[in-house]
């Protein structure tokens, strides 16, 4: 049995979406899977009974705080102790839970996953990636999305390894290939960064490299990672969520843009940090809560950090 | 009478769809405009008749040589100085043109800007923007989108300065709204060169900055003119420029789509040289090269390097 911790005040639509995307979750039975719901017991408990979770599979961990978006993430983890998110990482860094998921406030689960869970011996720097969906129906992995804005080629080069363990063990692709975000394809081509990047990525036995790709490269098959520093990879990605932002003002119906729609991914991984810890999107529903356990599952059951660990030896 | 000469050598369709963009901007009865065409006379002179250019308002300027799409642009320019690119650089440098656009290889279009025509005293760096549709149907204007991989704060302050004049007087937006591309919304966020051009660009008289915007902002109109290094701004290109070919893939019809169609712009101008050189689209089209004319014919008539000049007195 694998246990894990959900944060049930976290995000825009807590606990309700919370409760319904374990719901989700259960109703497709699995039953190896235990889960903690870290919250306030007296919102939570009526909406297990509406929602009929089963009830051998989940204990409640009271927490009667909560840190709310727009709190100082450093300051709001020292102050409330008592909340779903300082309470999370204490049972996951205690080992109570195997994992832990969290669609609230950004800036406290990155705080808390750097800081109550150590990053793996070897790895400079934990990243966070984003899914690209691609018109074959697989999706691609963009790293760093945000967390690290300024990078040397030692780093893009340890977001590559984690990439494309993430994706061979998670995303189940066999052989991920590895693009190098560039302003060209040839080999030279780049900002200084891209250019020492290059022959690092070109030399690592851990990846499957094929070059440089472009940003048109980002949204179809050529790649499965994407490496890139934080500020591009933020960049990007908010670009590609603002397409689906037209898509839908536009009323266009189509099924590919749908995939555009980044809430129903839920979240990814921090990679390279020592235990599963996931960051939903603030405004996660049904989906993407049922996706982030199924994730996280799957990390636990695979697991990625010990896999992460043998790379980074 | 303004001079502008066009390469009809340049780009995938040449010389048929710059004969055919020339017509069209003579359909729209330019009668102040006087064309050198530069190019293969033999190839250029039966087309002429077919399209019916208005005899008095054209000459040709015979170039026996191209400089074709993959030759190393240094190189070739050396060593071809009968091609239509190098003479269009010696007409424009020794004033016999006023302006000079072409589509053919734009490395070889880059150093010419560079080295056959000056930098305008003050400026560091030129650069080269490329226009983004936004749904009200403007255009914004994003730089740097390639020229610059690597960037100084105060380059950045540059481009903006760049930008702003153009999308000002060539674009007629009124104190056009500068942003500076940034992962975050708030003051002090970003990589460091994103927190050291902040307070250049609140400081900077010369501009209407309204701060930071993210890669949601690119595409609605919150800014005119958005601001970032040349590695993202290339990336962010492409990708929308990609955003296009998916959904022409997927047989989506959208009249704000059409307008991801970046083929129609034609080129955007090298900014900061001391004359109008603009550099269009490989796979430029009639309309492309319209549009391209028309630009130019604004920069002129409006004398942007002029207003270039006073700005960085």
């Known amino acids: 049995m694998i246990t894990i911790g959900l944060d049930m ?6 606990p309700l979406e919370a ?3 374990a719901a989700a979750f259960f109703a497709e039975n699995h039953t190896t899977v235990q889960l903690a719901l870290i919250g306030d017991e007296e919102k939570i408990t009526p909406l297990l009974a509406t929602y009929s979770l089963p009830a051998t599979q989940y204990h409640i961990v ?4 909560v840190i709310e978006m727009h709190e100082h993430p450093t300051k709001a983890l020292k102050e409330k102790q008592q909340s779903s998110i300082a309470i999370g990482f204490h049972l996951l860094a205690s080992g109570k839970i195997d994992a832990f998921i969290s669609a609230g406030n950004t800036g406290a689960m990155m705080v808390g996953a750097l800081f109550s869970i150590k ?4 790895v400079l720097r934990p990243t966070i990636g984003a899914y690209m969906p691609r ?9 760093d999305v945000g967390l690290n804005a300024d990078c040397k080629p030692e780093n893009l080069n340890q977001f590559a390894v984690l990439g494309s363990l993430f994706a061979e063990h998670v995303l189940k692709i066999k052989h991920p290939k590895t693009g190098l975000v560039n302003l060209g394809e040839e080999e030279g081509k780049g900002n200084i960064l891209a250019q020492a990047t290059y022959p690092l990525l070109n030399e690592n036995k851990h990846i499957n490299f094929i070059g440089n790709i472009e940003g048109r490269d980002i949204l179809i098959d050529k790649s499965d990672v994407m490496v890139c520093e934080g500020f591009t990879g933020n ?9 689906y932002d037209i898509v839908k003002r536009r009323n266009i119906t189509d099924e590919h843009f749908e995939r555009f729609n980044f809430e129903t991914y839920g979240g990814v991984p921090v990679l390279g940090v020592a235990k599963p810890v996931i960051i939903g999107h603030g405004i996660s529903g049904t989906t993407a809560f049922k996706n982030m356990i199924n994730i996280a599952q799957r990390m636990i059951e695979v697991d990625l950090t010990e896999k992460i660990k043998e790379s980074f030896k």
């Open 135 to 143: 018109e074959n129906g697989s999706l691609g992995l963009l790293v």
């Open 119 to 122: 990053t793996i011996e070897g």
């Open 19 to 21: 409760v319904k995307g």
């Open 235 to 243: 960049v990007v990605l908010k670009l590609a969520e603002s397409v």
């Open 62 to 65: 009271h927490a009667p705080q």
């Open 9 to 14: 005040m976290g995000g825009d639509f807590a």
